[in-house]
Antibody
């Protein structure tokens, strides 16, 4: 069964850092594009970051560019999101999402259950 | 950035009725559109991709149509488990964007 399990969410002060993890099972992260998508409390979905299969193939939303870094560890079959210089507006549930697959895709499927990041003093 | 505008914001219907959800893109995106369903406390789930292709395991009562700038998600006969929030998403350009969502609620 394909599964994604996020962890690392916490309460952090503005300006602080946090590293989110997403452990995959049932497939190899090395073979798929991977993404982080977030959802602020009571709000809609916002794509945050993407990593392609090849090296140096990362893309970020403008709202996090220069502050967040997406990476993967193929040996651990895991995806990460390093978040620095956190702001109040980064408060959200962060979802790890795999690419649906296929020749073109860039659809998000499946998703993990999410991990909550709260930025507050 | 491509803006996706969903309408209506809320759709109040009864089980057994037909639901029609709209998603309009700020510029042409060909068929580069997907629909997701999200229930309270759960992660979103991909329903429809490439505007009209149903994901394996998604019931046939869900269908998608459209191309260019105007897209429709139709639920032919609402079941109790279909009451949820639905989002559209485009992959035509970066950044990937979502619509603001349509809540389908029980009337």
């Amino acid at each position: 069964e394909v599964q994604l399990v996020e962890s690392g969410g916490d309460l952090v002060q503005p300006g602080g850092s946090l590293r989110l993890s997403c452990v995959a099972s049932g497939f190899s992260v090395s073979s798929y594009r991977m993404n982080w998508v977030r959802q602020a409390p009571g709000k809609g979905l916002e794509w945050v970051a993407h990593t392609g299969i090849g090296p140096d193939s990362t893309t970020y939303a403008d709202s996090v560019k220069g502050r967040f870094t997406i990476s993967r560890d193929n040996a651990k079959n895991s995806l990460f999101l390093q978040m620095n210089s956190l702001r109040d507006e980064d408060t959200a549930v962060y979802y790890c999402a795999r690419d649906h697959g296929g020749a073109y895709s860039y659809w998000f499927d499946p998703w993990g259950q999410g991990t909550l990041v709260t930025v507050s003093s | 950035e491509i803006v996706l505008t969903q309408s209506p914001a809320t759709l109040s219907l009864s089980p057994g009725e037909r639901a029609t959800l709209s998603c309009r893109a700020s510029q042409s995106i060909s068929s580069d559109l997907a629909w997701y369903q999200q229930k309270p406390g759960q992660a979103p789930r991909l329903l429809i991709y490439d505007a009209s292709n149903r994901v394996t395991g998604i019931p046939a009562r869900f269908s998608g149509s459209g191309s260019g700038t105007d897209f429709i998600l139709t639920i032919s006969t609402l079941e109790p488990e279909d009451f949820a929030v639905y989002y559209c998403q485009q992959r035509n350009s970066w950044p990937r964007t979502f619509g603001q969502g349509t809540k389908v609620e029980i009337k």
